[in-house]
């Protein structure tokens, strides 16, 4: 296989696990305390430092993907393809998550159609 085709892959694919962790970073608390009464009483430097823990796993596949998939770099992608893949793989990890784990958040049209945005995005991020 192509060695550029597999390092956009392998950069596609570490941006997918560190937005699984950003995500739980971000969210996770609010599944936690759900799960873990006891979570409820945390103060907020504490929820803070959780959840800086968890982001801290995120930048350790972030910066690896992003220095993978960067041209300079070996990579076939530029600044602003990354950035914009980035923020799409976001999103699609981000509903995959809501629809898994936070079952009681509904997705509406209106969500779809700012997605379908979002592809829009990465199509003409991509356009040569």
Same mark, same amino acid.
């Given at each position: 296989?192509?060695?550029?085709?597999?390092?956009?892959?392998?950069?596609?694919?570490?941006?997918?696990?560190?937005?699984?962790?950003?995500? +739980?970073?971000?969210?996770?608390?609010?599944?936690?305390?759900?799960?873990?009464?006891s979570v409820k009483d945390w103060p907020l430097m504490v929820v803070i430092l959780f959840?800086?823990?968890?982001? +801290?796993?995120?930048?350790?596949?972030?910066?690896?993907?992003?220095?993978?998939?960067?041209?300079?770099?070996?990579?076939?992608?530029?600044?602003?393809?990354?950035?914009?893949?980035?923020?799409?793989?976001?999103?699609?990890?981000?509903?995959?998550?809501?629809?898994?784990?936070?079952?009681?958040?509904?997705?509406?049209?209106?969500?779809?159609?700012?997605?379908?945005?979002?592809?829009?995005?990465?199509? +003409?991020? +991509?356009?040569?």
């Open positions: 296989m192509n060695p550029i085709l597999l390092r956009g892959i392998g950069t596609v694919v570490l941006l997918m696990v560190s937005n699984v962790f950003m995500t +739980f970073a971000w969210y996770g608390t609010f599944k936690l305390r759900e799960m873990y009464p959840s800086w823990g968890l982001a +801290f796993f995120e930048y350790c596949v972030a910066v690896p993907a992003n220095r993978f998939g960067h041209h300079d770099l070996g990579g076939p992608f530029n600044l602003m393809q990354l950035k914009v893949l980035q923020e799409s793989i976001s999103l699609v990890v981000f509903v995959l998550i809501v629809h898994l784990v936070f079952k009681g958040e509904p997705i509406h049209w209106n969500h779809f159609v700012s997605m379908l945005c979002i592809v829009l995005a990465v199509f +003409f991020a +991509f356009l040569k």
